[in-house]
């Protein structure tokens, strides 16, 4: 069971109208729920803490469910997140962030002996308030279609569609519900839910 969400502030928080790259800090962290429908064996929680930031990319640790190390560029995609690589990211986001904008990117996507040419398809649909275990935000919600196509041994080709949840005060994806659909093989879905968002205490 999570816990209840944080209440809402007594003082409304406004509506975001435009989302700028949010920039990060050393020890900030963020912990995730990730749950698929069709391997249990993958849902997990983990944690991600930021252990160094530069200009072009942020490095992120990764803990508990998840192993190793992320690597996220400056509109917040990731090149690399533990043993998945993203050439030159996964693209899910470009900033600015407004209602309206869309966008079409081309990415590489390898794991191991898997690798697939992604086409994506984004549009930003609304802002909207979403109730998370880590509280409430105030979020952009953005639909994706990405094409995928790899070889025949590993699935051929098939469509994802996702819609997810990007809360400037968050400065992550807080929600996120993805549904999978190969040419060969089972329709997965997934969805991922922020848990808790902490920035380290400031130096007196």
Not at 46 to 70: D, K
Not at 80 to 98: K, V
Request: hydrophobic share 35%; proline share 7%; with cysteine.
């Amino acid at each position: 069971m999570f816990p209840p969400p944080v209440p809402a502030s007594a003082t409304a928080v406004p509506a975001p109208v435009r989302a700028e790259a949010p920039t990060f800090a050393v020890g900030e962290e963020w912990e995730f729920d990730y749950r698929s429908d069709l391997d249990a064996a993958q849902n997990a929680r983990y944690a991600q803490a930021v252990s160094s930031v530069s200009a072009s990319e942020t490095a992120i640790s990764l803990s508990g469910g998840r192993s190793g190390f992320a690597l996220i560029d400056a509109n917040t995609n990731y090149r690399r997140s533990g043993t998945s690589e993203f050439e030159p990211s996964d693209q899910r986001l470009e900033f600015p962030l407004f209602v309206g904008k869309s966008w079409t990117a081309s990415y590489l996507y390898r794991n191991g002996s898997w690798r697939s040419e992604c086409k994506r398809q984004a549009k930003v649909e609304a802002v909207e308030r979403v109730e998370t275990p880590a509280g409430i935000f105030e979020a952009f919600r953005i639909a994706e279609k990405t094409l995928w196509q790899s070889d025949e041994l590993y699935g051929g080709s098939g469509v994802t569609r996702e819609t997810l949840w990007y809360a400037p005060s968050a400065k992550r994806i807080v929600k996120s519900e993805l549904r999978d659909s190969p040419i060969k093989g089972p329709i997965v879905s997934t969805r991922l839910l922020l848990l808790r968002h902490t920035t380290p205490a400031a130096t007196p």
